[in-house]
């Protein structure tokens, strides 16, 4: 069955980085785009960053563009997220989740979530 | 970059009750939208995709329809089960957005 395993959350003071880690199995990794999403406290959901199933291309939210970097290693069935420069305002758990149809830019639907890892930003 | 309004934001019905929920888009988006149901501490599940597709999985209670900028979400015979915050979010261009939700409670 499909599994998703976020790692890496904790806590961090502001201006200072952390690596997110996504452990994906059950499915074909390399075949998939994978996206990432996170959730303030008592908040709604915000997307973040997708990579293409073959890491060739990479979309960011303006929220995060130029701090955040999105990979990942089809070897270790892993997906990244790079947070540099964290904010009290990224605090928020985060998700990650698979991409299923589409044409990478449109249509498809992020079938398959995981269960989150908790990232606080805080002096 | 588009804009998803959700309405309304809370709603109170009983179990049995049919609930509809809508989803704005700021523009066209044609089908290109998801609905999800998300529950304390849990990750978002899926429910809808392509406006008016059913997930695998999901019960036939659950529907979707709309296309361009206005959607609804429709929770036929409300189970005790249901009562969660609902999503929507557009897939038709980056970056992708996700509508503020509509928590749906007990009466």
């Known amino acids: 069955q499909v599994q998703l395993v976020e790692s890496g959350g904790g806590v961090v003071q502001p201006g200072r980085s952390l690596r997110l880690s996504c452990a994906a199995s059950?499915?074909?990794?390399?075949?998939?785009?994978m996206h990432w999403v996170r959730q303030a406290p008592g908040k709604g959901l915000e997307w973040l960053a997708v990579?293409?199933?073959?890491?060739?291309?990479?979309y960011y939210a303006d929220s995060v563009k130029g701090r955040f970097s999105i990979s990942r290693d089809d070897f270790k069935n892993t997906l990244y997220l790079q947070m540099n420069d964290l904010r009290v305002e990224d605090t928020a758990v985060y998700f990650c989740a698979r991409l299923e149809g589409g044409d990478g830019y449109k249509g498809g639907a992020l079938d398959y979530w995981g269960q989150g890892t908790l990232v606080t930003v805080s002096s | 970059d588009i804009q998803l309004t959700q309405s309304p934001s809370f709603l109170s019905a009983s179990v049995g009750d049919s609930v509809t929920i809508t989803c704005r888009a700021s523009q066209g988006i044609s089908s290109y939208l998801l609905w999800y149901q998300q529950k304390p501490g849990k990750a978002p599940k899926l429910l809808i995709y392509a406006a008016s597709s059913l997930q695998s999985g999901v019960p036939s209670r659950f529907s979707g329809s709309g296309s361009g900028t206005e959607f609804t979400l429709t929770i036929s015979r409300l189970q005790p089960e249901d009562f969660a915050t609902y999503y929507c979010?557009?897939?038709?261009?980056?970056?992708?957005?996700f509508g503020p939700g509509t928590k749906v409670d007990i009466k």
């Open positions: 990579v293409w199933y073959d890491g060739s291309k990479k």
């Open positions: 979010q557009h897939v038709n261009n980056f970056p992708y957005s």
């Open positions: 059950g499915f074909i990794f390399r075949n998939n785009g």
